[in-house]
């Protein structure tokens, strides 16, 4: 993150969006790594979960990978058929249990 900021610029940095996130989250992990070394980090659970939300750096590959692009609608198409077996599923389980 460093790096990129040397290489843009601060503001150049700042203008994209997807930058900002990242800073946020980068941030919030040194914040919640300082908590642990310093054994106040009972209660930062909360914080590793927004690390999670760097996984979402993902979707820019959709603009540059068509292929990708493709798997992704074809998955969100699929969901609703998958969400409707795991009602009936859910429903058996709670029904036969």
């Known amino acids: 993150m460093m790096m990129k900021i040397i290489a843009e610029g601060p503001f150049g940095y700042i203008s994209n969006g997807f930058n900002v996130f990242d800073g946020v989250i980068v941030v919030l992990s040194v914040v919640e790594l300082a ?13 590793s979960v927004l690390r999670t939300f760097r996984l979402l750096r993902i979707l820019k590959l959709v603009r540059f990978m068509p292929n990708l692009r493709r798997q992704l609608f074809v998955m969100l198409r699929t969901m609703d058929n998958v969400a409707v077996f795991f009602s009936l599923l859910i429903l058996f389980i709670f029904i036969f249990r």
């Open 35 to 47: 908590q642990t070394v310093l054994g106040e980090g009972e209660g930062s659970s909360g914080l």
